[in-house]
Every structure is written in structure tokens, then in C-alpha cells.
């Protein structure tokens, strides 16, 4: 067996999607587990190969591992404790950085590149392109303009009152405006959606596999650096991206014409911890900049 371990959440998922994509064909007889939170099984099922979801916890908790892997591959992040996690599988070797002869960590580096490369290392080839998903057969609509107002970290989620004045001109200009969220999230959703004027209604909830349907189906989506931008790439989907403490760099689109980040400002230094207001750089950024972008990457017109 082949054990991969990406504990983390949805867009870490997506970023890793060309890895565990080489990892399957360089070992196209051997089962394929990933070591994950069991609420990302939607989307990992999504990814194709994946034969097995071994639910992980937290790097602390204890794992239950179904077999001794033949090797292990660490694409959680540089340890030490995500090798220590792994290490309690026993495996015959340890795939990662820093460790076991593995290559060095580079701070600088796009999260799907850097993957990528610890694989290359082991002399396995991975795609940092390969970064699609298939399309839940979930019932939603098509053709929406998806707003994405929530974020992980507060210092990540753009102003409520901007994302509404986006929403404002988009439902203005004819789009049929949904607001997304998490459970956990619903609430800020309803608050961008009322000051919109769109009501209760443009608040879907959905799980795991309509949102990805959603957005697999939508005309386009507006979002911070959080895991619906990186499901906008794997599907192609025309997209804006509001960046803070995190540059685009690491974490942003792939180069294409219907992707674009937004970002004004450095990165923060290594090791600094996002505060819990919202980042300057985020707040740097203006409504007639985020339509603007949307201009460009879906060939529609909106007013300002």
C-alpha cells in the first residue's frame, strides 16, 4: 500500500490533487489510501485512484492505519510532527522533506509545485497542472455567479459590506447571485446577501459535493484565498481571487486568462501569525478593482 498525508482542508486538498495524481501512476497496482479528515471524502472521491480514506484528526490524535505501508509520502508539510504521525504506520519508507533523505523545504514555493517536487525527488513524476476534478452528479443550478465571503482566518475575509456592493452589481447586471458558506459560515453569508438585497434565498446550503457542483456549473466566483478559489481552478471556472497575508505565489490560480488574483501588499514573514483583523492588503483592495477583474475574465459588463 501507498499511504499519502494531506490532513488538512479543502483547497490544501486541491493543491495536492497532481501529487496523489503521480503517485497513482507511478504505482498503478497498489492501493492508494490517503490519510485525511473524513468530511473531505466528497472531494476526494472526486480525485479518482484514491482506494482507501484513513480519517485523521489532528497531527496529536491517534491514527488507526489499516496496513503497514510500503512507503509513506508526507505532503502535510515539513514536521516535525506530521513525520511522527506517520511514522506510527511503521512504513518501509518515508517519503518527505527534510527527513530521510529527503529535499529541502522552500518557504517561497507554490504549494502545488512544491508537492510536486518531493515526488520528483523519489524519481516520480507529477504534473503540477493535473490539478482537475471530476463533477459531483449533485441537482444545482447552472450558470450562477458564486460569492464566497467566508475564510479559515478572519484576516482572510474581505470586508462583508464590499462583498455585498459586488454582489449589488452583479444581480444588477443580470447574474443570478448565490452567496456560499459553511454551516459554521452561514451567517456571514446572509448578512452579504442581505445588505444585496438578495434575500434568504441566494444562500444555499450545500455540502461538500454541491458546492463543487456549484461551482463546476458557475459563470463565475468571487472569492478570498480559501479552498472555493482553488476548486474555480480544478474546474476552470472564470475567477477572482482576493489575497491578504498570503501571496498568490504560493497559494494562487494557475496562470490562465480566466483567473485572476488580486493582491496589494508583501507577504507576511515566515512564522508570523495572521492577526484577527482583516490583513491591510485585503483591505487594500476596492470594489471597482474586483469588478474590474470579473470584466476581464468572463467578458461581461458591469456597472460601477
Not at 48 to 66: A, C, E, I, K, M
Not at 159 to 167: E, F, L, N, T
Not at 202 to 209: E, F, H, I, Y
Not at 260 to 265: D, T, V
Request: hydrophobic share 45%; aromatic share 6%; proline share 10%.
Amino acid at each position: 500500500m501507498i499511504l499519502a498525508l494531506r490532513a488538512l482542508g479543502v483547497g490544501d486538498l486541491a493543491t495536492g490533487v497532481p501529487a496523489l495524481r503521480g503517485l497513482r501512476r507511478a504505482f498503478p497496482d497498489e492501493p492508494l489510501a490517503l490519510a485525511a479528515p473524513a468530511w473531505l471524502t466528497p472531494l476526494i472521491v472526486l480525485i479518482g485512484g484514491v482506494t482507501r480514506v484513513v480519517p485523521v484528526n489532528g497531527l496529536d490524535q491517534p491514527v488507526d492505519w489499516p496496513v503497514r505501508p510500503r512507503i509513506a509520502v508526507n505532503l502535510h508539510g515539513r514536521g516535525p510532527e506530521s513525520h511522527r504521525l506517520l511514522r506510527t504506520a511503521a512504513p518501509g519508507e518515508l517519503w518527505a522533506f527534510e527527513a530521510d533523505g529527503g529535499p529541502q523545504w522552500n518557504d517561497e514555493e507554490h504549494e502545488v509545485a512544491r508537492w510536486c517536487r518531493l515526488l520528483r525527488h523519489h524519481g516520480v513524476p507529477a504534473d503540477p497542472s493535473d490539478l482537475g476534478l471530476a463533477t459531483p452528479e449533485a441537482e444545482v443550478p447552472a450558470g450562477v455567479t458564486i460569492i464566497h465571503p467566508g475564510a479559515k482566518s478572519p484576516s482572510r475575509r474581505w470586508p462583508v459590506g464590499r462583498y455585498a456592493a459586488v454582489a449589488r452589481h452583479f444581480a444588477a447586471d443580470g447574474h443570478r447571485v448565490l452567496v456560499t458558506g459553511s454551516a459554521a459560515e452561514r451567517g456571514l453569508a446572509l448578512r452579504v446577501a442581505s445588505l444585496a438585497g438578495l434575500g434568504a434565498a441566494a444562500v444555499p446550503a450545500t455540502g461538500l459535493a454541491e458546492l463543487a457542483a456549484l461551482v463546476a456549473r458557475a459563470r463565475l466566483v468571487v472569492s478570498g484565498d480559501t479552498g472555493v478559489a482553488h476548486l474555480a481552478s480544478a474546474y476552470r471556472t472564470p475567477s477572482v481571487t482576493l489575497f491578504g497575508p498570503m501571496s498568490p505565489a504560493r497559494w494562487g490560480p494557475p496562470q490562465r486568462p480566466w483567473h485572476r488574483p488580486i493582491w496589494h501588499g508583501t507577504r507576511s514573514e515566515p512564522g508570523d501569525a495572521p492577526g484577527p483583523e482583516v490583513h491591510p492588503a485585503l483591505l487594500a483592495i476596492e470594489v471597482g478593482e474586483v469588478l474590474a477583474a470579473a470584466d476581464v475574465v468572463s467578458g461581461c459588463s458591469f456597472r460601477t
